[in-house]
């Protein structure tokens, strides 16, 4: 039987791997694919806490950064093994919008990568995984344009750390590099290049 494609979407924040992500999967369909779109963290049980320590206020306790890298690695097994594998398993395309390559960005910041690469060692890889490349003074505009509540990884100096980091580390899920700068259709076409030639859809 066959199995569907499990493809990941990167960037920083406000990169626009969300409404990326959300092209990629309705061309999928409008192609005759089945596609489920997700992100992480997940809906699930252990990605709702995750969802409130990302934004927790300054004047709360700071949260022990190997408590956010432990819960991101469970709250992923979780999200694999009851949302995406099932629909794999159906010869349904999973697009996920963030995976391990996140952790090794953002939680690689305060702790050594190997200890996090090793927490991560059980999460399946996925098909293909698609980095949007993007300037953070683009990014930061699409950000306070959104006026979503502020995360703790949302200061400027901190993005572009992560940019860097994810650039360096892209190679290690053989990513491919799509350009975030341009317009929104711009992007999407080549994301949807690449889905092509890689994934030979």
Known sequence: MERGRFI???????????????????????????????????????????????????????????????????????????????????????????????????????LPQGWVKEINRYAPNPNLTILIDTPEEIASARRLKRGSQPEIFDKSDVQIIIRQRYLQLAFTAQAIIVDGSSEPQVISDRMIEAVRQVLDL
Do not use: W
């Open 8 to 110: 990941v979407v990167e960037g920083i924040d406000g990169s626009g791997s969300t409404t990326q992500a959300k092209y990629l999967c309705e061309y999928l369909k409008s192609s005759g694919r089945e596609c489920y779109l997700t992100a992480e963290p997940s809906t699930g049980p252990i990605g709702e806490i995750i969802r409130k320590l990302l934004r927790q206020e300054d004047e709360k306790p700071k949260m022990h950064s190997h408590v956010l890298a432990l819960s991101f690695s469970a709250d992923r097994l979780y999200h694999y093994e009851h949302e995406i594998l099932p629909r794999l398993e159906k010869n349904i395309d999973v697009i996920s919008d963030r995976y391990v390559l996140s952790s090794l960005v953002y939680q690689g910041l305060d």
